[in-house]
Structures are given as structure tokens and as C-alpha cells.
């Protein structure tokens, strides 16, 4: 296993910054969060974005995903949902990222079915500039469609190797699915895994991982079962600093999470 963290933890911290703390805790990548106040978006510069990767290249951490907000799934026209989305994976593509992050955005204005359509559609078309790109677009098990089921629906129909799925297992086991049926429907388009950790489904302020409700353990075991020992399947710490300020420091607690990550996965390879 490889392991990241998201930079929604650290929110506004300089790229030079998040690559030294991810060389000093121990992680091999960082998903980066694509907003405007962050330093780097899909407005950055020519030379903002090479500064980037020499930043992390001179620490040797991996630029593992540009975590975009586009909504593949959201009612309207498409052609503004493709802008977004051509922007997200032309910063991957400059980044050296392998992804970009899309949420499905369904919204209660349209049926289950339509949603379905409409995300399959847009992703089908853009998953053929990411070919050209080099980059994979994964959609987050995420509001509209927060079930692996659900998200199944939507890559199933669209068949093609750079459209795939981001599992967030919060939203799984909000959704009342267990991590054995999340897995066994994602793993066909799976492209990593995104872990955290809340007290309950009513506070879901971020915690320490193992230190609340979600089933890690079992999360990691059906990763581990699958992965066959592949040393290329990434688990990444999204801790939700930027949504709950209440929240305790995450540099404190990276090194300590990742140390719990990898006590999982040994323990479900004995």
C-alpha cells in the first residue's frame, strides 16, 4: 500500500510546505484540493504550476489526484461541466497527477435515472480527452450517488479505462452499505480508496482515524484481500479541516495515522 493525505486538511498551506510534511510524516502522495484559495487551481500560472512540481519532486512525493469540484451528474447544460473538467485535468496533466476528482451533483431536480444518464454521457465523453492527457477521471462515491451501487450505475455504462471510481467510505456507510458490497461493485473502476474517521453519522466533525464509528478495518481488509500485495494501491487521509475549524491540527496526527493505516493492512494480511 502507498498512503496520501488531502491537503483540505492543511487548507492554504504552501506546496513547499505539504511536500516537506509529507517526507516528514511518511506518506508517498497528497491529493491536492483545486479551489482558488488554494495555491494551486485550475487558474494557476505556467510557472506556479512548474514551482509545484519541483516541490515535490525535490522531496520525492507523488502528486496523486487534483481534487476538483465539477458535478458530472447536475442538471443543466454540459458544456460548462466539460470546461471545468478539461481545466482540472489539464493542471493534472502539467502536475504529473494520475487524477482528477469529480462529485456526481445530482440534486433532487431530475430522477435517479436521469442523473445516471446524464453523468454516464459527460463522463464518456470527457474520459477521451483524459486518455489523451494521460489522466483518470474518478467520481467520488459522493451525495447523489454516495453507495458504490449507485456509482456503479453510472461507470458501468460508460466502459472506459479513464473514467473510474474514487471510494469514500464515509459516504458508503452513510449510505447503509457494508464495505464487502461497496468494494465488490467499485473494484471493477476503483481508483484508490479515501479514508477518515467521525463520531457519528449526526457529528461529522473529522477525527483521528480509529478514533470514531467508521469500519476502517474492514474497509482496508476487502483493499487488501484485492490487491494481491501490489505496493501501487493508495489509501488517502481526507480530513475535512477546511469544512469543521474546530477541528484538532492534522500535521500532529499524520504520522500516527498513517502508522494505524499500515497496522490494518498487516494485520489483514496475516
Request: hydrophobic fraction near 45%; proline fraction near 6%; aromatic fraction near 6%.
Amino acid at each position: 500500500m502507498k498512503y496520501a493525505f488531502s491537503t483540505l486538511g492543511v487548507p492554504g498551506m504552501p506546496m513547499r510546505d505539504v511536500a516537506r510534511l509529507a517526507t516528514a510524516t511518511g506518506y508517498q502522495g497528497v491529493e491536492l484540493r483545486a479551489h482558488p484559495e488554494e495555491p494551486i487551481h485550475p487558474g494557476s500560472s505556467v510557472s506556479e504550476r512548474a514551482d509545484a512540481v519541483a516541490e515535490f519532486a525535490r522531496e520525492g512525493i507523488e502528486i496523486l489526484t487534483v481534487s476538483g469540484y465539477a458535478r458530472v451528474a447536475a442538471p443543466g447544460e454540459d458544456l460548462p461541466v466539460h470546461e471545468e473538467i478539461d481545466g482540472l485535468l489539464r493542471l493534472a496533466h502539467d502536475l504529473g497527477a494520475s487524477y482528477i476528482r469529480v462529485f456526481p451533483g445530482g440534486g433532487d431536480e431530475q430522477s435517479a435515472e436521469e442523473a445516471d444518464a446524464t453523468a454516464a454521457r459527460r463522463l464518456g465523453v470527457a474520459a477521451e480527452h483524459a486518455a489523451d492527457l494521460g489522466v483518470r477521471i474518478l467520481m467520488e462515491t459522493h451525495d447523489s450517488h454516495r453507495t458504490g451501487a449507485a456509482a456503479a450505475r453510472v461507470l458501468g455504462p460508460v466502459g472506459h479505462k479513464n473514467a473510474g471510481a474514487l471510494w469514500d467510505v464515509m459516504h458508503t456507510w452513510l449510505g447503509e452499505e457494508t464495505p464487502a458490497a461497496s468494494h465488490a461493485v467499485l473494484a471493477p473502476q476503483l481508483g484508490y480508496t479515501q479514508v477518515k474517521d467521525i463520531a457519528s453519522a449526526e457529528d461529522k466533525t473529522p477525527l483521528a482515524l480509529g478514533a470514531g464509528v467508521l469500519p476502517l478495518a474492514d474497509c482496508v481488509a476487502q483493499l487488501a484481500a484485492a490487491d494481491g500485495g501490489h505496493a501501487d494501491t493508495w489509501l488517502c487521509w481526507e480530513y475535512e479541516k477546511r469544512w469543521y475549524p474546530q477541528a484538532a491540527e492534522l500535521p500532529p496526527m499524520l504520522a500516527a495515522g498513517r502508522e494505524y493505516l499500515e497496522g490494518l493492512v498487516a494485520a489483514a494480511r496475516r
